[in-house]
């Protein structure tokens, strides 16, 4: 069963993983190009996925981006402006995957 909150809130595709907080002014400039335009970046889901795959648990991972290294402001700016909204769209996301499981 799809679940589907709305065009804009949920998308599919690559996210990487790395091991430090990428910024506008640390982003490899290659890398959409080498890794065919990833959607995210991120430091914790690959850890739960390597975990939960060698322990063959089943698993899933909800991200909500709060921060974007596409914007002139600094992340702290954008982190802080979209933390809320991002928090609430992961929660209903969540909310929803129990309630019609």
């Known amino acids: 069963k799809a679940l589907f909150i709305g065009k804009e809130d949920a ?7 790395g091991d430090s907080f990428i910024t506008k002014d640390n982003l490899n400039s ?41 914007s002139d402001d600094s992340n702290k700016e954008e982190y802080e402006r979209n933390l809320k909204k991002a928090s609430d769209r992961a929660a209903e996301i969540v909310a929803r995957l129990i309630l019609e499981k």
């Open 30 to 70: 290659n890398v959409y190009a080498d890794f065919d335009d990833p959607l995210a970046m991120d430091m914790e889901s690959a850890a739960v996925a390597q975990v939960s795959y060698m322990a063959k648990i089943p698993f899933l991972i909800i991200r909500s981006i709060s921060d974007d290294t596409t």
């Open 11 to 17: 998308m599919k595709g690559l996210i990487l993983s």
